[in-house]
């Protein structure tokens, strides 16, 4: 992963996600997928301009099935934002900057 882009796996989610103490934005996508590789650049800039306020990471679907199939995660890209263990909102496709950051200034995050 590029920059300050995480990457979460079925096995690092419970300490990287729900245990984290920052909020976290969780991309999930896969190689194949044009929708998300458009997202890239986006995800990419939020983690750097938020790195150390957001948690910013992506989660390749194809090598980590159990924890999207758990979340009903059933398109990608699919962007899920959760701050204290908990799913606070889901954007589903390609969204523009302004709605993620939009999302977390409801969560305090500026």
């Not at 190689?31 to 986006?42: D, E, F, I, K, V």
């Not at 204290?84 to 999302?103: I, N, Q, T």
């Amino acid at each position: 992963m590029a920059g300050s882009v995480k990457e979460f796996t079925d096995a690092n989610w419970q300490s990287e996600v729900l245990d984290s103490e920052i909020p976290v934005l969780v991309d999930f996508w896969a190689p194949w997928c044009g929708p998300c590789r458009m997202l890239t650049p986006t995800i990419e800039k939020l983690a750097t301009e938020l790195d150390g306020k957001v948690k910013v990471g992506k989660m390749n679907t194809d090598e980590n099935p159990e924890t999207p199939g758990g979340l009903r995660v059933s398109a990608i890209p699919t962007v899920l934002i959760y701050q204290g263990g908990v799913e606070k909102d889901r954007l589903v496709g390609v969204s523009p900057e302004s709605k993620f950051k939009a999302a977390l200034s409801k969560l305090g995050v500026s």
